[in-house]
């Protein structure tokens, strides 16, 4: 069995560097994949392997200063959703880049754990509900009644606040995937003078652990090979719309035409009539990852991973003189 494990923490790092280097190394003993930022505030990482690994690397994390009190979202899974180790140093450990100082190794904002979050989405009396997600996000699952901003990145996050007629005197709730993205951006709320932000404590994740799905509709996006994870057991209607056809679906596939590479919503027919392209022009390319119709949600992966370097410019030459020919023949 293995898991996958989603954590962060606001810790100082003095040397960011010597840190990566050390830690890059532990992940390789443990065989573990995934990615792993570290910053002068911090780490953030997912990462998956076999428990016991999971289970080793978690007691190296609690054993470093600073670190002790990490927590971690957990997942059994049969099949570990990366297949790469990324470790590496970023200026952020989740990037904001907003020009107000925030330093979250000493200031924090306000949280509610999963129960209180229930309750008030409950009785909801005058609150403003912000999902502090990307639209690709949101637009699968959500909390009902969240604002959803229409925004493809994080740090634009901040403009958006800033152009919208949210009230800095109502009650402010708002959560993520995990938790990491509400701990930047509740205290960059407070210090644009919004005047009771809460925070939900371990994000969507945390709170489908701790009590389940209600007030929640759909799926909720993850940044690994699974793209979606339901929140409760008993299937959700889908949220989401097939690109393609317009029926309901939440099931992400990228583009198979590898310079596009888009992600999209995606219907198993639809993905079926265009060979998991999302146009027709894409499925003339000749850089198309093979689709394969007994998987059609087979994770995407780089191109050497399909074809040898040889191979893959044997295609490219063949296709080619096929246009080539095809065109004279018009
Ligand atoms: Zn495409």
Not at 6 to 14: G, H
Not at 220 to 243: H, M, N, S, W, Y
Not at 309 to 325: A, F, H, S, V
């Amino acid at each position: 069995m293995n898991k996958v494990i989603l954590y962060y923490n606001f810790a100082e790092v003095d040397n960011p560097d010597n840190f990566c280097r050390e830690h890059k190394r532990k992940c390789q003993q443990l065989n573990l994949f995934g990615r792993v930022y570290i910053a002068g505030e911090g780490i953030n990482g997912t990462l998956g392997g076999a428990v016991e690994q999971i289970e080793q690397y978690k007691q190296y994390l609690w054993s470093l200063t600073g670190f002790e009190k990490t927590e971690f979202k957990e997942d059994e899974v049969v099949e570990c959703p990366f297949v790469k180790l990324i470790v590496k140093t970023r200026p952020e450990i989740v990037t904001l880049k907003s020009k107000t100082p925030i330093d979250l190794t000493k200031e924090k904002g306000k949280y509610l754990d999963p129960q209180e979050w229930k309750e008030i989405l409950s009785t909801r009396d005058d609150i403003q509900l912000i999902d502090v997600r990307n639209n690709y996000e949101t637009v699968v699952g959500h909390f009902e009644g969240a604002l959803c901003p229409d925004i493809e990145n994080f740090y634009d996050f901040e403009e958006w606040v800033d152009r919208s007629n949210l009230d800095k005197n109502k009650k402010t709730l708002m959560y993520c995937t995990g938790g990491i993205r509400c701990e930047k951006f509740s205290v960059l709320m407070e210090k644009k003078g919004f005047k009771d932000v809460l925070q939900l404590h371990g994000g969507i994740i945390n709170y489908a652990k701790t009590v389940g799905g209600a007030h929640y509709k759909g799926k909720c996006f993850v940044f690994d090979d699974r793209l979606t994870v339901p929140i409760e057991e008993e299937q959700k209607e889908p949220l989401g719309r097939c690109a393609i056809s317009g029926i309901p679906c939440d099931t992400y596939i990228n583009c198979h035409n590898m310079d596009c590479n888009r992600l999209f919503i995606c219907s198993e027919e639809a993905a079926r009539k265009l060979n998991g392209c999302c146009s027709e022009s894409c499925m003339q390319s000749v850089r198309c990852r093979p689709f394969d119709a007994e998987n059609i949600y087979a994770p995407s992966r780089k191109w050497y991973q399909y074809y040898g370097e040889n191979e893959w410019l044997d295609i490219r030459q063949k296709r080619q003189k096929q246009t080539i020919q095809s065109e004279k023949g018009k």
